[in-house]
């Protein structure tokens, strides 16, 4: 259709061209040679080739939903990483939620976050599922495509593909090429960004490919308050990849490849409300939610992500053979402490408490989040893609190992000192055997039947701890201001050698036992925390003698407080130390069934049933070892019905697609902080669910359960006309109701029940509308290029998007308690919005190798809200990506 690179989105419906500026010269100089395909053999930079279903075709004749993003595409607009997705695709939903990639897509996801939670959109790279995305954002560059498909992909894809996929394509080494190239990039907030790659052919049936990449730019906060201590959003990250490609005969092609990902900054921590919503601000006359009130010290985020994989091809006589494995190998840490609130008029003054302004600012309660997750996958399959049988049967295996940690202190409190969640042994694996097949009737008529079996095991071994020790005298108002957490702290993390507090082993925990357990959590206290010191020469350095001054009698390894002539007081252990045991085994079967017509050449029409499922999995122990409570996979059940034509409109080539589609959703798993008893009460009370003599009934926990099934269903349509002077129009358009038609009441997660007992009580959500799913979705795309015969070409692409309402949560926003006058920190609406981004290029006379590029992205700066966590004492919200602009060049060697 056009002369120049173009994303076609098709799907039953979708066309969003982000159109290649910096390839638009291609077709006439030699990079156009140096675009190879996944067989490393050239092709014409126009085709939009996709593997949706496993192999090449294109994708105005896919049958279903599919979206593909070239990376200069992607670029061209300023494009970074997955997150900047987000309002690009019709349907597709990408939030940072505190490092976490959360997608969703037609509202199915997931915000399970923890060790035990999937995905409900699998997100793959170059093929290998992901089972843990983070840092994967750095490897946006040397990149072919972006493939999204959209709807369940259950016998294609496999496990977690309930929602759909988003594969990360790169390109490969091309044969008989020797090709590099390397851009610098210069843009606001001090952005600096460089990439380079070089082709190298060795001999006449090899080749290798390197790429590197460079990324850093300041923080999009600003911190405004006295501290200055450093925010969030600032990133430094470095990315390299290797391949090497061999086609010894015709027939056999090896590819192998290996990657390195580092992502280091201050992470995400979003911008938390709680303050001006619970002084009566409103949320909208926050002109800027990124200037905060910092406190103690800035976020520190360090992520190394690295894997390597081989792919085994060999063209037989009666059919095909593909083998593909890879090791995967993700550490992710980040430790942080949130922004007091968003700045305001006013401010300072709400967070000036009893100590004073300085003593808000220097409370060091923080977090330490910690995933360690090693994966290997395995696929065997055999396959035919020559008709009139196009098939595919196979096998695949998939096994995680995983340490997680997620560690807190709770500075300054006598009653509360932290939270450990230690998990040393956390395993996964899951196996399918699957088939697919596509068989022409006729010319034009074709039927297509896919069936996958999947099993899936979990299991867990570890400890939490919720520390709570009463630190204070007999009336508490001795030894206030206990420190933990301050500069110099370090949890011992995997360096815990005790498990369980029970050490002695007579079913009994002592409070000595208790102490040294928490002891043993910690690697190091910081130069002015004092509860190594209240305890009396813990045996964990750091820290100077800092005992508060009444702290003038030590009795063994506890401590008295006689100052003022007050009664002695002991120290009890309130909190909880609970072992984690748990395990699940989940099987469960997909299938899809489509029929296609052609009614012309350029024609289509076609009916597809397909499932998802999302893989099931247990819950935190009820009480100290006591029962896991498990749950159940989510199903997605797709109907869509579909039209795809090309056409002239005079001399005009068109396009126009079409479809409707369906999804029943059942199981749907939702997550609530319940207290234990009201979890015992939920599965049947105490007489099914018997809870350990030493668990406390009022601790409060994560649970997750099969609650809901909703209905999704609505129109899309996409189209696009190649108008005269080499303009490009393209749009698509989404209709989208999602909405929840059955459940259980669940328990208002929104409060916490050891504090508002009358309010986090069991609602009904049937009706609510579900999370991240506007009502309409509308994107528009404007490209020309201007080719001249004296100052080389020009071209520019102006791109809009539009987002109606949405919600955040399933509540969506009601106050169960105050209806006619609804609180606003309960409020999860997002406003309708419009974004605009531009990009504009320059080639200049010659051949095509120096290139210039210039881009705004978010050209009116519309930040809103991508994900709100509404708790007892939060309302953080993690905002799009502020304006960016920039300007990059580029050469070719």
């Not at 099987?587 to 099931?616: H, Q």
């Not at 070892?625 to 090309?646: C, F, I, M, R, W």
């Not at 749907?668 to 669910?689: C, D, K, M, R, W």
């Amino acid at each position: 259709m056009r002369n120049r690179k173009t994303a076609l989105l098709c799907g039953a419906t979708l066309a969003i061209a982000l159109p290649g500026l910096a390839m638009a010269q291609a077709a006439d100089t030699p990079r156009a040679a140096a675009q190879q395909d996944e067989d490393g053999e050239a092709t014409q930079v126009d085709d939009i080739i996709v593997t949706v279903e496993r192999r090449e075709q294109s994708l105005q004749n896919y049958a279903g939903t599919a979206v593909a993003l070239t990376g200069e595409d992607l670029k061209a607009v300023g494009v970074q990483d997955i997150s900047d997705l987000e309002g690009r695709v019709p349907g597709l939903s990408v939030a940072n939620n505190g490092g976490n990639i959360e997608i969703y897509i037609r509202g199915v996801g997931s915000s399970n976050n923890t060790e035990l939670g999937d995905p409900a959109a699998a997100t793959h790279y170059d093929g290998v599922y992901l089972p843990r995305p983070a840092g994967i954002g750095s490897a946006f560059f040397d990149i072919q495509r972006v493939e999204v498909n959209i709807g369940p992909q259950g016998t294609l894809r496999g496990r977690n593909a309930t929602a759909g996929t988003v594969n990360i394509v790169t390109w490969k080494p091309g044969l008989n090429i020797w090709d590099s190239s390397a851009e610098f990039e210069l843009g606001n907030y001090q952005q600096r960004v460089f990439q380079g790659m070089v082709n190298i052919p060795l001999g006449e049936t090899a080749a290798v490919r390197i790429a590197g990449y460079h990324l850093e730019h300041d923080s999009y906060y600003e911190d405004v308050g006295p501290a200055r201590v450093g925010v969030a959003e600032a990133e430094n990250n470095d990315a390299g990849r290797i391949q090497f490609l061999w086609e010894p005969t015709s027939r056999l092609s090896i590819l192998l490849g290996a990657d390195y990902i580092r992502e280091t900054g201050t992470g995400y921590t979003g911008t938390n409300y709680a303050n001006p919503l619970g002084n009566g601000i409103d949320p909208n006359d926050i002109e800027d939610p990124r200037r905060v009130i910092s406190r103690a010290q800035a976020p520190d985020l360090n992520t190394r992500h690295w894997g390597a994989r081989a792919n085994i091809r060999y063209d037989g006589d009666l059919f095909d053979i593909e083998y593909t494995g890879s090791y995967r190998d993700l550490v992710y840490d980040y430790r942080a402490v949130t922004p007091l609130a968003p700045f305001y008029p006013g401010v300072l003054q709400t967070l000036t408490g009893p100590g004073g302004l300085g003593e808000t600012l220097d409370n060091f309660s923080q977090f330490q989040s910690i995933t360690d997750s090693q994966s290997k996958t395995h696929e065997l399959r055999f396959y035919d893609n020559e008709g009139p049988w196009i098939w595919s049967l196979g096998a695949f295996y998939f096994e995680e190992d995983q340490y997680s940690f997620l560690g807190s202190t709770g500075d300054r409190g006598l009653f509360f000192q932290g939270v450990e969640f230690n998990m040393p042994d956390v395993d996964t694996s899951s196996y399918a055997l699957f088939g697919d097949t596509t068989y022409s009737v006729t010319d034009r008529f074709r039927i297509t039947a896919g069936l996958r079996y999947t099993e899936d095991e979990k299991s867990r071994r570890g400890v939490a701890a919720r520390y709570g020790f009463a630190l204070g005298a007999g009336d508490f108002n001795c030894c206030g201001g206990v420190r933990v957490g301050t500069e110099g702290f370090e949890f011992a993390g995997r360096g815990r050698t005790i498990i369980n507090p029970d050490t002695d082993g007579n079913g009994t925990i002592t409070e000595q036992e208790i102490v040294s357990f928490y002891f043993n959590g910690v690697s190091r206290f910081g130069a002015r925390d004092n509860v190594d010191d209240i305890f009396a020469n813990g045996p964990v350095p750091g820290g100077a003698p800092n005992r508060p001054a009444c702290l003038d009698t030590v009795t063994g390894d506890f401590w008295t407080c006689a100052a003022d002539g007050r009664l002695t007081y002991a120290v009890p252990f309130t909190g909880q130390i609970f072992q984690q045991v748990g395990e699940s085994q989940i099987d469960f079967v997909d299938w899809r069934l489509r029929a296609e017509f052609d009614v012309t050449p350029d024609n289509l029409l076609y009916g597809l049933i397909a499932t998802g499922n999302k893989s099931g999995g247990f819950n935190d122990n009820i009480g100290n070892a006591g029962l896991a409570p498990t749950y159940d996979a989510e199903k997605v059940t797709l109907y869509e019905l579909g039209s795809k034509n090309e056409f002239y409109v005079g001399d005009l080539k068109a396009r126009l697609n079409g479809s409707l589609f369906y999804n029943d959703y059942e199981d749907q798993v939702l997550t609530s902080l319940l207290s234990v008893a009201q979890i015992v009460e939920f599965l049947g009370g105490p007489q099914q669910v018997p809870v350990p003599l030493d668990s406390s009934l009022a601790l409060v926990v994560s649970y997750s359960y099969n609650a809901a099934s909703s209905r999704i269903y609505g129109a899309q349509f996409d189209g696009g006309i190649d108008l005269p002077w080499n303009i490009g129009l393209d749009f698509n358009l989404l209709y989208l109701k999602a909405e929840v038609v059955e459940a259980e009441p669940i328990q208002d997660f929104r409060f916490q029940a050891d504090v508002a007992p009358s309010e986090a009580v069991f609602q009904s959500i049937e009706g609510k509308t579900l999370p991240r799913t506007p009502e309409w979705q509308f994107n528009m795309n404007l490209t020309q290029a201007f080719p001249t015969e004296t100052m080389g070409q020009f071209d520019y692409v102006v791109s809009a998007g539009y987002r109606s309402d949405f919600f955040t949560t399933i509540f969506n926003g009601q106050d169960f308690q105050q209806p006619n006058n609804p609180r606003r920190r309960l409020d999860d609406k997002v406003d309708g919005y419009w974004t605009f981004d531009a990009g504009f290029g320059w080639t200049p006379p010659g051949d095509g190798r120096l290139r210039f590029e210039a881009y705004v992205n978010n050209l009116t700066d519309e930040i809103h809200e991508a994900a709100i966590i509404i708790t007892q004492f939060d309302n953080t919200r993690f905002f799009t990506r502020p304006r960016t602009f920039g300007a990059r060049v580029r050469v070719q060697y």
